[in-house]
């Protein structure tokens, strides 16, 4: 065999070498991945399921400070840890008016304050946009009915449905149920308490009326008056989504702070009465 011969044969094996070695790696791997690509570098997916950042927006959880007494007071579960001289606001039949819940919102963010707003279906259903609104200020929703009617009169088929609905709708608007309950007119019977159980919904009235639905009661200066006077440890105050409450708010929260008064945040009251 002639020098160029002998050189060219050794060429020509060594790339069919190679050619076979490297097809012997590929089918090595096509057994480990399933015929796939294997990438060597982690997905995102992977590399967020081993080193998970928290969410930046992420709520920090409430402790569960207070609870709710038989006669609707709210008081502290460990009394020597937690004050007793709070307050709980309400404010019922909204959302209304854009005007009002931004003059309450911005009244209420000046003394750090929270409150539930019981809200009626009906009302919702014509202005999604004030609630989520008040969800996204951190107050809290309660239900009210769909359509404000008095419960008492009416049988469970009725009550379920005026319960239910606006447990579901109040979902779909902010991702969550609400975890209390009021019954328009304070209407209620052992159906109305029975579905609220069962809807894991916390049953209260008030134990302090500002009275602001009376025709003789129509002024800031009666809402405040009404109030104080009844003020005592633990009082759930009920107050309206009323012009002539929302224009006294300012004053009935400062009268009761400078009374040494402290505003319960709901989401740190117990979803069962004691």
């Known amino acids: 065999m002639k020098p160029f011969q002998t050189l060219a044969l050794i060429v020509s094996l060594t790339i069919v070498t190679v050619a076979c070695s490297n097809a012997q790696t ?74 009002m819940i931004d003059s309450m919102l911005q009244t209420l963010k000046k003394y750090n304050a929270k409150a539930i707003f019981f809200v009626n279906g009906y009302r919702v259903k014509a202005q999604p946009g004030l609630l989520t609104k008040l969800h996204d200020a951190g107050q809290t929703i309660g239900n009210h009915s769909y359509d404000h009617i008095a419960l008492g009169k009416e049988n469970a088929t009725v009550i379920e449905q005026q319960i239910t609905s606006v447990q579901s709708q109040i979902k ?85 702070s400078k009374a040494g008064y402290t505003f319960v945040d709901p989401k740190e009251l117990a979803s069962e009465p004691i």
């Open 172 to 256: 779909s608007l902010i991702g969550e149920t609400p975890r209390f309950f009021r019954p328009p007119f304070a209407s209620s019977n052992e159906d109305v308490r029975r579905i609220c159980r069962e809807q894991d919904l916390l049953f209260m009235t008030w134990s302090n009326g500002s009275l602001d639905w009376d025709s003789q009661n129509q002024s800031p200066e009666s809402v405040v008056k009404n109030v104080m006077e009844q003020l005592h440890p633990g009082s759930n105050i009920l107050m309206h989504e009323l012009q002539w409450t929302v224009d006294g708010l300012d004053k009935l929260l400062s009268e009761l």
């Open 26 to 99: 590929e089918r090595e791997s096509e057994k480990i991945t399933g015929g796939k690509t294997k990438s060597v570098t982690p997905s995102p997916s992977v590399q967020a399921t081993s080193n998970p950042e928290p969410a930046e927006n992420a709520p920090a959880p409430v402790a569960i400070k207070y609870k709710m007494k038989a006669n609707y007071d709210i008081v502290p579960i460990n009394p020597e840890k937690d004050t007793n001289k709070v307050v709980l606001l309400t404010f019922d039949d909204g959302p209304k008016e854009l005007a």
